[in-house]
């Protein structure tokens, strides 16, 4: 009887890690397809925004809009936020090296650290929180409103209308906006830098231009054009997965900042790997 | 002006009319909306500026003029929402009436504009910009055959 009772339980344990598995390799798979297709259909966009005829006025025509919607509308506020945040930011580093005697560095800190490295990625987060989440949104509602099938009656490639302008202005307002805010922070530098280590605007810029490094400033490039690609892409990919119901907004809106979110770290982290390679 | 029994075959027919124009169909129907991120104008002006490359000034002013003629000026700036039943269904026709060659198809026009009392209004507006296509269906169900008077006679 006793042995009839334990084969069971065997049994009834061996069941439970078999539904398990099952469940967490089907879950993996789920995962693991949906990435694939996320990846395939960035990489069809991505061939388009090479392809002379994905280009006519009606891109055009939208391209302009979403530059003047993301890099313009933006500025006053991106630009006091650069100056406010940079200024501080300059001034607290600058401060800490010629505590620690490193002063010495600073043309290495503020080029290889904070020019690289910190404006492309708080650009990028300024633009995902204003532009990511409003191209999202906007998505799903022309989903909802059937406003994709429009397009598809009247035979508009939705990746040249859509996508292709939205991803072609994300490279170009990531690129242009990283850049200034690198402008505003080498600008508040001069003024520290005489502040604090006592030292001329000519000196200054001297020592930045001894201290730029060709390849960071490509690899800086390149990482906020790939930044730019994906903020825009992956709010628009899932924008496009909403289905006919209102409810379905908020589920894609949030599934998309995540994945956009997870996409910047991922970004970050192989751009600060390739930089101690 | 064809008539359907059911909406079974109503619905296989607009299909069939999407197949056998795959490069003109037109449909204006209640489940093709206007963008609503757009103007009316620029509703309108996209069939040019995506099919035919036609720049942004020459596209305004060919749908100005268009919507002139319609007694539409004034909604030329405005969005969906904005419009009224019967603006927003002529807007949606004179979108359709860009395609080149265009094979129009209203479906169900009663259903997009309910205050029409009869046909009239339709014609006279197809009548208007009867220079813009090659050819205008209209589809509908058997019980509002009344509302197209004389003509299914």
């Known amino acids: 009887m006793r042995e009839h009772v334990l084969i069971l339980r065997i049994l009834n344990a061996k069941k439970r890690l078999m539904s398990f598995i099952e469940t967490t390799g089907s879950f993996a798979m789920q995962r693991a397809t949906s990435f694939a297709q996320m990846i395939s259909f960035a990489a069809a966009v991505f061939y388009r925004l090479f392809m002379l005829g994905t280009y006519n006025s009606a891109t055009r025509t939208v391209l302009v809009n979403q530059i003047y919607f993301t890099s313009i509308q933006i500025l006053p506020a991106f630009l006091a936020v650069s100056v406010l945040f940079g200024s501080v930011l300059i001034g607290i580093v600058f401060q800490l090296l ?6 010495d560095l600073f043309g290495n800190v503020l080029m290889g650290l904070i020019v690289t490295e910190l404006s492309p990625l708080f650009t990028v987060l300024l633009i995902t929180l204003r532009s990511g989440a409003a191209i999202n949104t906007e998505m799903a509602a022309m989903k909802v409103n059937q406003e994709i099938k429009t397009l598809e009656t009247f035979r508009i490639d939705v990746i040249n209308y859509l996508l292709a302008p939205r991803v072609v202005n994300g490279i ?18 001069i003024l520290f830098s005489r502040v604090i280590f006592g030292i001329s605007a000519d000196v200054y810029v001297n020592i930045l231009l001894n201290s730029t490094n060709f390849s960071d400033i490509v690899i800086a490039l390149v990482k906020c054009a790939v930044f730019g690609f994906f903020i825009t892409f992956i709010p628009i990919y899932f924008g496009l997965r909403a289905t006919h119901e209102l409810t379905s907004i908020p589920i894609v809106v949030s599934r998309g900042m995540v994945s956009v979110f997870a996409a910047i770290l991922i970004i970050e982290v192989l751009s600060l790997l390739t930089k101690l390679m | 002006m064809t008539f359907f029994d059911t909406e079974e075959k109503l619905s296989r027919a607009v299909q069939k009319f999407l197949r056998v124009n795959p490069r003109n169909a037109a449909p204006v129907c209640e489940d093709i909306p206007l963008l609503s991120n757009q103007e009316a104008w620029l509703n309108i002006a996209l069939i ?48 359709s009436a860009m395609v080149q060659n265009a094979a129009i198809l ?36 058997d019980w509002m055959e009344q509302k197209y008077g004389a003509l299914c006679r």
């Open chain 2, 106 to 141: 209203i479906n169900r026009p009663f259903n997009m504009v309910p205050q029409l009392k009869n046909i009239d209004p339709i014609l006279q507006a197809l009548k208007t910009i009867d220079d813009l296509y090659s050819s205008c269906h209209i589809y509908d169900y």
């Open chain 1, 172 to 189: 170009i307002s990531v690129v242009l906006l990283s850049f200034l805010f690198s402008i505003v922070l080498m600008g508040s530098g």
């Open chain 1, 98 to 103: 010629k505590n620690l005697g490193l002063t």
């Open chain 2, 48 to 95: 040019k500026q995506y099919h035919e490359n036609m720049s942004a000034q020459a596209s305004r002013k060919l749908v100005f003029n268009w919507l002139k003629r319609l007694g539409l000026e004034s909604v030329a700036d405005k969005r969906n929402l904005a419009l009224g039943d019967k603006e927003r269904f002529l807007v949606k026709l004179l979108r």
